[in-house]
């Protein structure tokens, strides 16, 4: 499985943006979808996943202001990331496990990373 994931950049605090990331390969195998991201100095941390069925999960820091979706039909996961907040800076990785609960209790594929940084 290959994930290829874009959308990232320059966007003022407040702003939004979307990331999307495509699925290629033995994609059959794929339950849940996530978007992982690290910032500088830190651990990497679980944004938001989804499942086949649509069953999300959020990092507290991020509810009410990302939107984790899946387009089966194009193999696609999308992070919608709107109110940004300067913290929200860091690279974003997209992951997929072959596990289909929602919360990713482990990670089988990585995406590359796409940098996202909020700032005035």
């Known amino acids: 499985v290959q994930l290829q994931a874009c959308g990232g950049g320059l966007v003022e605090p407040g702003g939004c943006l979307r990331l999307?990331?495509?699925?290629?390969?033995?994609?059959?195998?794929?339950?849940?979808m996530a978007w992982y991201r690290q910032a500088p100095g830190k651990e990497r941390e679980l944004v938001a996943s989804?499942?086949?069925?649509?069953?999300?999960k959020y990092a507290d820091s991020v509810k009410g202001r990302f939107t984790i979706s899946r387009d089966s039909a194009k193999n696609t996961v999308y992070l919608q990331m709107n109110s940004l907040k300067s913290e929200d800076t860091a690279i974003y990785y997209c992951?997929?496990?072959?596990?289909?609960?929602?919360?990713?209790?482990?990670?089988?594929?990585w995406g590359q990373g796409t940098l996202v940084t909020v700032s005035s």
């Open positions: 992951a997929a496990s072959r596990r289909n609960s929602a919360t990713m209790p482990e990670v089988d594929y």
């Open positions: 999307s990331c495509a699925s290629s390969g033995s994609i059959f195998s794929i339950g849940d």
């Open positions: 989804i499942n086949t069925g649509g069953r999300t």
